[in-house]
């Protein structure tokens, strides 16, 4: 089976980001999702999701690990989730605070019954396995906090889907969350609803949390392909029922067949993918 992966960076703001931004995006995701390929070719989809995903997050141009964004408290609560298309497995943190890479507390969380951590818990959980304290923070999530510039710009999660020579799939996502919201408010990308996998079909969503949440949308277009759709007609169904509620999100995915898909409500998602070639969002 001929190895494919995607990746995505969240949604470009045609508000804050600028020209430059949008071309050290694009050159960030071309480079990590080409390290991510030659990864993917010695490695599990699995693996090779959940070290995109660590690159994203290490990259501070993403709402992710590095470079989170800051909520109406002043603190980064970040949520990462990773879901292995072959056994089933979904595990996640959810709004855990002050390490490098969340995707690598949920991939840690894979092997325990309980697998997916929330808050304060799974920050201990973190520290009791090795991860060490870190600050997201960066001065330009500062500043844009301090002027509440961010307001307007909250979609920026990272995800990856991959699948590897041995046909098997698998989804990873990690995110900052929206900006400003509630301490509390729990990010649709450590959900089902935000990143899901099976044999068929594997999923990484962006966009405003609550919207995703509502149209189930990651299980709703990986069951649509296990019960016969194709994923691009699944994925513009599901995308058609978020206009009911104008939903705003951006979608990946890759499907066991080697179809690679990927639509957005609102322009625009940033995206790289790499198969026999590169691609790249223009
Ligand atoms: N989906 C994320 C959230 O609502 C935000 C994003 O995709 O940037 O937490």
Redesign the pocket.
């Known amino acids: 089976m001929q190895e494919k992966i995607i990746i995505h960076g969240?949604?470009f703001s045609e508000s804050s980001d600028s020209e430059e931004v949008k071309v050290a995006k694009q050159n960030a995701l071309a480079n990590i999702v080409k390290e991510a390929f030659e990864f993917l070719k010695t490695h599990s989809a699995m693996d090779a999701a959940v070290y995109a995903v660590s690159l994203l997050e290490d990259c501070d141009l993403f709402?992710a690990g590095l470079g989170s964004q800051i909520q109406s408290d002043g603190k980064i609560r970040m949520?990462a989730s990773i879901m292995d298309g072959e056994s089933k497995k979904f595990s996640g943190v959810i709004n855990i605070e002050d390490v490098k890479n969340p995707v690598f507390v949920a991939e840690k969380l894979m092997s325990f019954e309980d697998s997916v951590l929330s808050g304060p818990e799974a920050l201990s959980f973190a520290r009791q396995h090795g991860f060490s304290y870190f600050n997201p923070e960066t001065s330009s999530r500062k500043q844009a906090y301090v002027k509440k510039l961010a307001e307007s710009a909250?979609?920026?999660?990272v995800g990856c889907v991959a699948l590897d020579r041995n046909g098997k799939l698998a989804a990873a996502t990690s995110?900052g969350?929206?900006g400003f919201?509630l301490p509390g408010r729990v990010?649709?990308?450590a959900t089902v609803a935000?990143n899901y996998a099976n044999d068929f079909a594997a999923i990484s969503?962006?966009?405003?949390?609550?919207d995703?949440v509502r149209a189930a949308l990651a299980a709703k277009i990986v069951t649509r392909v296990t019960d016969g759709l194709s994923l691009e007609d699944a994925c513009n169904k599901s995308m058609q029922e978020l206009k009911e509620f104008d939903g705003f999100a951006?979608v990946i995915g890759i499907s066991s067949t080697g179809e690679i898909f990927k639509v957005d409500s609102h322009p625009f998602m940033v995206w790289a993918s790499y198969s026999d070639t590169l691609e790249v969002f223009q």
Do not use: A, L
């Open positions: 969240g949604f709402n949520s909250g979609v920026g999660t995110t969350g929206k919201e990010s649709d990308s935000g969503c962006t966009g405003v949390g609550e995703i951006g």
